[in-house]
């Protein structure tokens, strides 16, 4: 990134992970400014041919979700292994994020012994550290069971595995804290983040485990309706279908107007003695209005559909492929997305970070080579000689 310095440049993290949250925790802290250094088993980690895969087998997953960083690759089995990977976090800045179960060695307390004001986030499955993944979590939750249509009895779980995104980026956020604070007071610290809490934390946020505490009640499963408000997804005369959402009065009277069905929605507020202005009504009946407006979307191609409601207040938008929305100009046109050369994958419009700092959004290099930065690393933080390096490669501690 041209510009301003980024707020975390100067600063090196070890990542010692694999997946989705921790990964993304790392490069979320790398498009900040961040050296972060990915530490991984000699060939790699579980997550190192995840799907989907690149003709040449690169891991198109993998590399999404390491850009930027540098790469080290040490047997953490061996003795040898674990002290280089501990001298690693205490000889650099002290800062570490992993979310590698079992592994003592890697702990707080055993860092801590190294280096006193050591900063370890330790993501976890589960508050009691037992194992845990974004959908068993999400299954234990509770939201399958009010996801999908209302007539549906089974679960139905999400594609977006939004507990792994949103304990990536606490955890992001823990380290940007807990740094800030070790500058004011020089103190280190101790970080839990658990994938169900931040679940569970969420659903409370959202009045999802409230309502049965204070009401008795149960959420309802509403299709692709939106619980407490008016939503709903129309189909044009075409086969595309559109979802629109109404928050205000200034919404409701600009859908009614643009369907031409002032007169037959007067009617029914007449014959139901009812406020269609107040939301709680408008979702209570949310099913007759939207057989009044569907007449209009039915009648009418998707490009007459979109060209009317963007003349209006309405909140709308047509539902697209991920290819087409990859060929759309907000993508191709937008600056957040700039074109990245992905050794093994090849050329593409790679996202920056959502953030712009001074309107810029920072962006990442490319991902590295599983191992590639090992020798570079060890060198650099810990003073190894070409010698030191010949050994480590002769006993397997690093690949030769």
Same mark, same amino acid.
């Given at each position: /990134?041209s510009?301003?310095?980024?707020?975390?440049?100067g600063?090196?993290?070890v990542?010692?992970?694999s997946?989705?949250?921790?990964?993304?925790?790392? /490069?979320?802290?790398?498009?900040? %400014?961040?050296? &972060?250094?990915r530490?991984d088993p000699?060939?790699g @980690?579980s997550?190192?041919?995840r799907?989907?895969?690149?003709?040449?087998?690169?891991?198109?997953?993998w590399?999404?979700l390491?850009?930027?960083?540098?790469?080290?690759? *040490?047997?953490?089995?061996s003795d040898?292994?674990?002290?280089?990977?501990?001298?690693?976090?205490?000889?650099s800045?002290?800062?570490?994020?992993?979310?590698?179960a079992g /592994?003592?060695?890697?702990g707080y307390?055993?860092?801590?012994a190294?280096?006193?004001?050591v900063?370890? &986030?330790?993501l976890?499955?589960?508050g009691?550290g037992?194992?845990?993944?974004?959908?068993?979590?999400n299954?234990?939750?509770g939201?399958?069971?009010?996801?999908g249509?209302a007539?549906? !009895?089974?679960p139905?779980?999400?594609?977006l595995?939004?507990?792994d995104v949103s304990?990536g980026?606490y955890a992001a956020?823990? *380290?940007?804290?807990a740094?800030?604070?070790?500058?004011q007071? %020089?103190?280190g @610290?101790c970080?839990?983040?658990? =994938?169900?809490?931040?679940?569970?934390?969420t659903?409370?946020?959202? %009045?999802l485990?409230?309502?049965?505490?204070?009401?008795g009640?149960?959420?309802?499963r509403v299709?692709? $309706?939106?619980?407490g408000?008016?939503?709903?997804?129309?189909?044009s005369r075409?086969g595309?279908?559109? /979802?629109?959402?109404?928050l205000?009065?200034r919404?409701?009277?600009? =859908? &009614?107007?643009?369907?031409g069905?002032?007169?037959a929605v007067?009617?029914? !507020?007449? @014959?139901l003695?009812?406020?269609?202005?107040e939301e709680?009504t408008?979702?209570r009946?949310r099913?007759?209005l $939207?057989?009044?407006?569907?007449t209009?979307?039915?009648?009418?191609?998707a490009?007459?559909?979109s060209?009317?409601l963007a003349?209006?207040t309405?909140?709308?938008e047509?539902y697209?492929?991920?290819s087409?929305? @990859?060929?759309?100009?907000?993508?191709?046109e937008?600056?957040?997305?700039s074109r990245?050369?992905?050794?093994?994958?090849?050329?593409y419009?790679?996202?920056?970070?959502?953030?712009?700092?001074?309107?810029?959004?920072?962006a990442s290099? !490319?991902?590295?080579?599983?191992g590639a930065?090992?020798? %570079?690393?060890l060198t650099?933080y810990l003073?190894?000689?070409?010698?030191d390096?010949?050994?480590?490669?002769t006993?397997?501690t690093?690949?030769?």
């Amino acid at each position: /990134m041209s510009g301003p310095a980024l707020p975390l440049a100067g600063i090196t993290v070890v990542e010692v992970s694999s997946f989705v949250a921790a990964p993304l925790c790392g /490069m979320t802290l790398n498009q900040l %400014g961040a050296n &972060v250094i990915r530490v991984d088993p000699i060939g790699g @980690a579980s997550d190192v041919q995840r799907w989907p895969l690149a003709d040449s087998g690169t891991s198109i997953y993998w590399t999404g979700l390491n850009k930027g960083k540098r790469s080290v690759t *040490v047997d953490l089995r061996s003795d040898q292994g674990r002290e280089l990977v501990q001298r690693l976090v205490a000889e650099s800045d002290g800062i570490i994020v992993t979310n590698a179960a079992g /592994m003592t060695w890697l702990g707080y307390e055993a860092l801590a012994a190294r280096r006193s004001d050591v900063i370890h &986030v330790q993501l976890l499955g589960r508050g009691d550290g037992s194992t845990g993944v974004d959908y068993t979590v999400n299954a234990a939750v509770g939201f399958p069971l009010v996801t999908g249509p209302a007539e549906h !009895a089974g679960p139905i779980n999400h594609v977006l595995p939004a507990w792994d995104v949103s304990c990536g980026l606490y955890a992001a956020l823990a *380290v940007v804290s807990a740094v800030h604070r070790r500058d004011q007071t %020089g103190e280190g @610290a101790c970080v839990t983040i658990a =994938l169900e809490d931040v679940a569970l934390a969420t659903a409370g946020n959202l %009045g999802l485990l409230t309502e049965p505490q204070v009401l008795g009640t149960q959420r309802p499963r509403v299709g692709n $309706s939106i619980f407490g408000q008016y939503g709903q997804d129309f189909v044009s005369r075409d086969g595309l279908r559109f /979802m629109v959402v109404l928050l205000t009065r200034r919404h409701f009277r600009d =859908l &009614v107007e643009v369907t031409g069905t002032g007169a037959a929605v007067a009617a029914l !507020a007449e @014959a139901l003695e009812v406020d269609f202005g107040e939301e709680g009504t408008r979702y209570r009946y949310r099913d007759v209005l $939207s057989g009044l407006f569907a007449t209009w979307f039915a009648e009418h191609d998707a490009e007459q559909v979109s060209a009317a409601l963007a003349a209006t207040t309405v909140l709308h938008e047509r539902y697209r492929t991920f290819s087409e929305v @990859a060929n759309d100009p907000k993508v191709t046109e937008n600056p957040l997305f700039s074109r990245l050369h992905q050794p093994g994958v090849g050329d593409y419009l790679a996202p920056a970070m959502p953030v712009a700092f001074d309107g810029v959004h920072p962006a990442s290099a !490319a991902a590295p080579a599983l191992g590639a930065d090992t020798a %570079g690393v060890l060198t650099e933080y810990l003073g190894l000689t070409a010698d030191d390096l010949a050994q480590l490669a002769t006993a397997k501690t690093i690949a030769g």
